[in-house]
């Protein structure tokens, strides 16, 4: 992501649609339980190669099939993990019309429709993403507890990047609350993702020690969790990084860093987009330090990074983007020197 002020790094995620277990793996289904396990293992390029061969064997069966828009959705989580929103972006839109036309089931047409909305907050589009998130609580006739909480994490997010840090808060508190009742590893990571936006809101509004106490729960959450996905590992590192930073505890701040730093590069390669988010805060730490060689080189490598996400995913097209950037220039004002301006779900 691009970014150039001192921020909490966003909680979003997509989720993988699988079809049921009931029914015969299929061609199309094997190779995309390969392809599954390939991304998961972090074998980017054996990924790519088996979500093709998923996608060729599901349109062999009909090209406009439930089959088809399940594949686009996992590789778009696939192509977006990678830092590639774009793409993700278009493979998420296809599999939403598919899964309209078919007259699918609400679960699957939300779930694809918060990857969406997901990929439209990182790239900057908040309208469009407000747009589908109401939209999809509109039209739903029974949402499930877990969907509900999910919809709602978004438009805290939502809320969050339009300056209304009140109204985030409240909904997040809220989304805490329904999920207190659920289990389940998906409602678990919701939990993580609540809480660490929790924390940067505090962080932000002044509020230090509660924002230490949320993202302390945050990290005990993500412990329990068997098999947290990378991305809510590395962001809630980041995070505690950004709040410690804020209290003074510069030694823990360091250390978080350099895990979040670690984790990302062992989890995606020395380039991922993220990467770039988390090198950015890093050096406005490292220059409030006075490790000013540090800081700079930093700097470079998270600019180097943003700059080639930028142009990747058309960052800096949108109107969107161009308002959030002059609210984030004003917000930067107003908060206190070392603290992390708040994120999004």
């Known amino acids: 992501m691009v970014r150039s002020l001192l921020q909490a790094l966003p909680l979003v995620w997509p989720v993988c649609l699988f079809a049921g277990e009931a029914a015969e793996k299929a061609a199309w289904r094997l190779a995309l339980d390969e392809a599954e396990s390939a991304r998961a293992a972090g074998r980017v390029g054996e990924a790519d190669e088996r979500f093709g061969r ?24 696939h192509l977006q993990e990678q830092g590639h929103i774009l793409e993700a972006t278009r493979r998420y839109t296809r599999a939403l019309a598919i899964f309209e036309r078919a007259g699918s089931e609400e679960h699957h047409l939300i779930e694809v429709a918060m990857n969406l909305s997901g990929a439209y907050l990182e790239t900057g589009q ?14 739903a006739s029974g949402l499930t507890a877990g969907d509900r909480a999910g919809v709602m994490g978004d438009l805290a997010s939502v809320a969050v990047q339009q300056g209304n840090l009140v109204e985030g808060e409240r909904i997040f508190r809220e989304v805490l ?70 209290l003074g505890r510069r030694a823990d701040a360091d250390r978080y860093y350099k895990e979040a730093i670690a984790h990302c590069e062992r989890a995606f390669g020395i380039n991922h987009f993220l990467l770039g988010s988390v090198l950015t805060t890093y050096s406005q730490f490292l220059r409030l330090a006075k490790r000013k060689k540090e800081a700079r080189e930093a700097e470079a490598r998270a600019r180097a990074i943003s700059e080639e996400f930028a142009r990747d995913n058309l960052i800096g097209y949108t109107v969107d983007l161009k308002a959030a950037q002059a609210r984030g220039r004003e917000k930067s004002r107003r908060l206190p020197r070392g603290f992390a301006e708040p994120g999004r779900h």
Do not use: H, W
């Open 177 to 246: 609350r329904i999920l207190q009742e659920e289990s389940g590893n998906a409602a678990k990571e919701r939990i993580v993702s609540a809480l660490s936006n929790l924390s940067m809101i505090c962080a932000g509004t002044g509020r230090t020690r509660e924002a230490d106490r949320f993202v302390r729960r945050a990290r005990e959450a993500l412990a329990a969790l068997r098999s947290p996905p990378p991305i809510l590992a590395i962001k809630t590192l980041a995070n505690s990084a950004a709040i410690s930073a804020g």
């Open 126 to 139: 908040v309208s469009r993403a407000e747009s589908l998130l109401r939209q999809v609580l509109s039209g």
């Open 54 to 77: 998923a996608m060729a064997e599901a349109e062999r069966v009909d090209p406009e099939g439930v089959a088809v828009a399940i594949v686009l959705n996992n590789s778009g989580y």
